[in-house]
């Protein structure tokens, strides 16, 4: 049974930083991409951050320079550390996991609020 556990929201004041984890168990493929999504309130859902098994990385334009992702050592984790935040920011972060059969699995959600 796959599960994608994630950890790290919270309610933090504009200029603040978190950072997000991702917890993957269960997939028996090798994973091909691992990304961040968000969906903020009668908003579509939105790609904020991947990483591909080779390491590359892609941003959307409103959270480059202040968003880092990276996977950790054992391959099956992975990290959204988030600088510099605003309200705009605001919204529920997926994490998901693409594996080499091209099947996409995704986490419950973790709310990430930016308010003074």
Do not use: H
């Not at 951050?49 to 959307?60: D, E, I, L, Q, S």
């Not at 480059?64 to 935040?85: C, D, H």
């Amino acid at each position: 049974q796959v599960q994608l556990v994630e950890s790290g929201g919270g309610l933090v004041q504009p200029g603040g930083s978190l950072t997000l984890s991702c917890a993957a168990s269960g997939i028996t493929f090798v994973i091909n991409t691992m990304a961040w999504y968000r969906q903020a309130p009668g908003k579509e859902r939105e790609l904020v951050a991947v990483v591909t098994r080779g390491g590359t990385t892609n941003y959307a334009s409103s959270v480059k320079g202040r968003f880092t992702i990276s996977s950790g050592n054992a391959k099956n984790t992975v990290y959204l550390k988030m600088n510099n935040l605003k309200p705009e920011d605001t919204a529920v972060y997926y994490c998901n996991v693409v594996d080499s059969r091209w099947i996409s699995y995704w986490g419950q959600g973790t709310q990430v609020t930016v308010s003074s």
